[in-house]
Each structure stands twice: as structure tokens, then as C-alpha cells.
């Protein structure tokens, strides 16, 4: 009885644009959009159904494992050349959006975006600690935003983990003016050592949904970027259970839980190395994912997103590359591959920081979403229809065959403790 547990919930707490936006431009949008990019990959063409968009580097917090450039000078893409890059996936069928940051709500040009795209749907990742309900009310009367609102843990965690006092007050009120205002919400957590006993429990779920709630998104952390923290990843028992828990907690609670790393069967999948999603940075480089912080290409190139996207030869190769190794994260299991990708391709750092290389090689490899033997198929009918229609592996994986895995060589950093001397600090997202 969960769907109409969820269903009621959301006629109950959220605005009725809020609902009909949701229903139409996310709902039926985002269904058509993936049909549209089944058809392109049919005849070799990939441009992902979700595209996320970094649109400033910029943030008012300092989270540790952050890759973005949060302390860098302010790079933004100007309002008119992320019109450009949404108008041209919009014409190629996408309709749904993912704007990140840093922080999207220092984005002065926020709201002036999202109204210039009516029948588009965003969601927007932040620490929600800049919206207030006058601002909350403004995206209510737009109805076709949802706000994803990241909590990494209890007071002390929270401002141990983000860089910053009195975090999670400041982000409750933000997320108590987005449900007060009727708006579609959710929550998302970074799972790591320091937060996971506290919130990948029924109880915290339970405060959410008694919150008004609508969704959450459990993440992992990669330890990535400038200053890694190798302790705060998760181990494979650890990543084991809260693919259990999540799969559990979906044939519990009238709570909608959203992943991005397994499919209907439970097999383990990359978003990049599927095509589904790719990244655009806040310099407009185009990215394979928001950890993989090289380019080729540029967004705001004048052939447009599409053309940029599906000539590709860096996307390509980074998709049937990680395809033919691992089922799960070549960032975190393959670093080497990443290095040599790049220096086939002679990819630009894109990030402002230009360290991004020596990153990849202070990584040692280690377990991703990928356990073989582990999988654990989805309980609840819901998940497993849409997961078998409009997120699988969309068969990537034909070629990858396990017995061919190689273990990835261990890098030279890895044997000193270099993972956590990269010179630079930076925030999570
Ligand atoms: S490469 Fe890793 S971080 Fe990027 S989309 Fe794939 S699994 Fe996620």
C-alpha cells in the first residue's frame, strides 16, 4: 500500500503547480525524453536524458571531499549561455534539468532561468541554507522545481562535515520554508564513516517523512577532488547495506527513494558509462561526470549541447572504456584508465584549481557500487517497472565480461600517504 501512502502525502502537502509540473514536465517529460534517447542510441547517438549543470563554482560552505572549486574566484555560465544549452537539449527531447554548484541559490539569475523554461523541470542540488520563503514561494509559483536538499549528518557532524557553524539548523529552515511553501522536496546524504550509523536508519527516515518530506537520495562519498579523505569512504560490507536498506526501506515507507547505481535486477551501473547523464562544469566544459574533471569540448560552443555532446569522441570512448571494466565507478576503481583516457585525448584539467591530474594519480583504487555476487534486486513492483523501462544499464555492459576484469595496478602515490596531501581544500556537494 506505499504508492498511495506517497500519492496521498503529496496531494496533501504539495501546491497543486507544484503537483501538476511534476506530474507533466517531470512524469511524462523525463519518460518521453529517455524513449528519445533509447531511439538515438539505436543508431550510435548518445546524448543523455539527464544532463547536470554546474552552473557556479561558488558556495557558502567548505565540505570536506568537495571536488568543486568552491574557493576559487567566481566562474559562473552566463544566463543566456545556459538558456542555449537548455534550449537546445529541450528541441532534442529533454525536459528535465540538474543544477548544482557550488551552490545554485548564489546564482543571482536563478529564478529569471527556470521562468524562461516553463514546461522544463529542475532539480535543484543545495545545501538550502539560502532559501527563505519569500524565495521558496517564488519557485512555488513556478511549480516546475524541486529542491534537493543535502543534510550530512547530526549538529556535530554536520558542521564538522561542512565546513561551518550551526549547519543544520540553517539548513532545516530552508528546507522547512521549501515544504512549507508546498514545494515538492527532498533529501540527500553523501553516506560516509561519519554519518552513516546516524542516518541510514528507518528512524531518520521516519523524521523526514513526519517532516513533510517527499523523497531522499542516498549517495556514497568518493573520495575525489583536492583533499580526498580516504577514511570517510565506505566499505564493501557498507555499500552492501545500504543497497539492502534502501531496497528494504522502499517496500516500507511512503517515502520515495531515488539511486542512481543499480538497476531493476540490482546489477551495479555507471550513470556516465550508460550515456543517461553526463556533466557540464562552471567553466561550460563538458564533462563525462561531475567527478571526472576533464574536458574536450565546451558547452557553449556555437554547434550547440547536442551536436558538442553526440560528436563526442572523448564521451565515447570514456563510456565503452569504463563499460568494458567495471560495472561500477572507473573514477574510484580504475584511476589509471581515467589517466590514460585523458592523455589519449589530451583532455583539459577543467577545473579552475588545474590539479586535477595529480589527483587522479595520488588515487588508489578501491570498491565502487560494483560487487560482484551482490546484487540485490528491487522488492517493490513500482521500482522494478520503471527501473526495467527508464534507468538500466540500457545494455552498455554487452561486452563487459567479469572474468576479463583486470585488477587495477596499484599507482605509484599510492603506497605514500600523498591521497591526503594534495594542496588544496575544498567543499562537497
Ligand atoms: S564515473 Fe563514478 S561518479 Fe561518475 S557517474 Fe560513474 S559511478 Fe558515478
Known sequence: MIIPQIVYRALKTADPECLRKAVFNLGIGTARSVVKFKQRMKRGEYFPAF??????????LRCQGCWV??????????????????NDARENGNRFFGLLGGEPFMYPELIDLIVQHPDCYFQIFTNGQLITDK??????????????????????????????????NRTL??????????????????????????????????????RGVHYAWYHTYRPVGPQINPQLALTPEQLRRVRQFVVDMRA??????????????GQALCPMT??????????????????????RESALDSRGI???????SFLKDFRETAAKNTRGCIVLERPDLVQSLVER????????????????????????QYIPGEEIPEKHWMYRLAKSIFFNDFGAYSEFDPSKVVAAPASEASNSDSESSVDDSNATV
Not at 178 to 187: A, F, I, P, R, S
Not at 252 to 265: A, G, Q, V
Not at 306 to 312: I, Q
Open 51 to 60: 544532463l547536470y549543470i554546474s552552473i557556479l563554482n561558488s558556495c557558502n
Open 69 to 86: 572549486d568552491v574557493d576559487k574566484p567566481r566562474e559562473a555560465i552566463p544566463l543566456d549561455g545556459l538558456n542555449r544549452i537548455i
Open 135 to 168: 524565495k521558496a514561494n517564488q519557485l512555488r509559483q513556478l511549480g516546475n522545481v524541486t529542491p534537493l536538499i543535502s543534510i550530512e549528518g547530526s549538529e556535530i557532524v554536520s558542521n564538522e562535515r561542512r565546513g561551518g557553524k550551526d549547519v543544520l
Open 173 to 210: 529552515r530552508g528546507l522547512d520554508a521549501c515544504l512549507n511553501n508546498g514545494l515538492l522536496t527532498g533529501v540527500a546524504t553523501s553516506l560516509c564513516q561519519s554519518n552513516i550509523d546516524d542516518l541510514l536508519r528507518e528512524e531518520w527516515l521516519s523524521k523526514l517523512i513526519d
Open 252 to 265: 516500507k515507507l511512503p517515502l520515495l527513494l531515488i539511486d542512481s547505481y543499480y538497476d531493476h535486477k
Open 274 to 295: 550508460t550515456g543517461i547523464s553526463h556533466h557540464i562544469s562552471p567553466t561550460g566544459a563538458v564533462e563525462p561526470c561531475p567527478i571526472i574533471q576533464f574536458s
Open 306 to 312: 547536442y551536436k558538442t555532446m553526440t560528436k563526442s
Open 345 to 368: 585525448h589530451d583532455a583539459e584539467d577543467s577545473t579552475i584549481r588545474k590539479t586535477a591530474m595529480s589527483e587522479i594519480q595520488s588515487m588508489s583504487p578501491r570498491p565502487s
